[in-house]
C-alpha cells in the first residue's frame, strides 16, 4: 500500500485541523503523545521517538503533535 500527500509537513503542529484532513500521517521524533481534540474529550495516543503511526480523524477535530512532524494522507493504490 502506498500514501498520496495531501499536503505539506506540519512540523510540532498544535490545534490545527491538518487542512481538514480525516487521515494523517505522523513521524515521532521523540517520545511524545498525539492528542486528538474531539469535543470536550480529547484523546491521547503515545508514540515513541523514531516510531509512526496514521491517526484517522474527523476533519473538524483538531489535533496536537509536539515533537514530530505530520502529513494529511490519503492511501493510494
Do not use: Q
Not at 2 to 15: H, I, Q, R, S, T
Not at 49 to 64: L, M, N, Q, R
Request: negative net charge; proline residues 5%.
Amino acid at each position: 500500500m502506498a500514501y498520496k500527500l495531501l499536503g505539506e509537513v506540519f512540523v510540532d503542529p498544535a490545534n490545527t485541523t491538518m487542512d481538514n484532513a480525516s487521515l494523517v500521517h505522523v513521524v515521532a521524533n521523540a517520545d511524545t503523545f498525539v492528542i486528538i481534540n474531539i469535543g470536550r474529550d480529547p484523546k491521547r495516543v503515545k508514540v515513541f521517538g523514531g516510531d509512526t503511526i496514521d491517526i484517522v480523524k474527523y476533519p473538524t477535530d483538531t489535533i496536537d503533535c509536539p515533537s514530530s512532524e505530520c502529513t494529511a494522507i490519503a492511501y493510494h493504490w
